[in-house]
């Protein structure tokens, strides 16, 4: 979670004209921050997530598409999109996560995913402490093209700083 947080924090950074929000998840989806300008606040709320905020075990990927997509909708902006990051499979939430990324194509969003771990799709037992889950990398791979995204699978820091360098260049608003 520290080299995620790194990436995402420098990307928070490069984008200083963007309305920005963020919701992490585990079982459930919980917002770190609305959408918003203010980015010194987001970066100082998003420095206080940890793995300890996440009470409900499991991964709802759709239910944090919805989350995210629900803030996006009442937004007018030329591009709306989402970056989904997972070291798991969705295996609890309320809604499926094929259904959410089909409702966040009718809402205009796009959506990139990144799954972060191992070839094996797991995360090695010294960087997670919950037990290891396999991803389930064509469901991540069918949001991203419902919705006109792209998949990229970070084996390591340096890719997932790479694949966020991808977007940075894919998205210039």
Known sequence: IDAA??????????RPDDRIGMVIYSGRPYSVSPITLDHDWLLSSFKQVNLNILKEM??????????????????????????????????????????AAENAKTLGIKI????IGTEEGR????????????FD??????????????????????ELAKYFDTIDQLEKS
């Open 137 to 158: 990398l064509p469901t991540l791979r069918k949001i991203a093209a419902i919705t006109g995204g792209q998949h990229y699978h970070a084996k390591s820091a340096e």
């Open 112 to 115: 990139y995913t990144i799954a």
């Open 123 to 134: 995360v090695s037992s010294d960087i997670q402490r919950f037990a290891r889950q396999e």
């Open 58 to 99: 499991g991964t709802a990927i759709g239910s944090a598409i919805a989350a995210a997509s629900s803030r996006l909708d009442s937004r007018d902006a030329k591009s709306k999109i989402i970056i989904l990051c997972t070291d798991g499979a969705s295996n609890s939430g309320k809604v499926s996560p094929i259904e």
């Open 5 to 14: 947080k790194e990436v995402v924090h420098n990307f928070i950074e490069s």
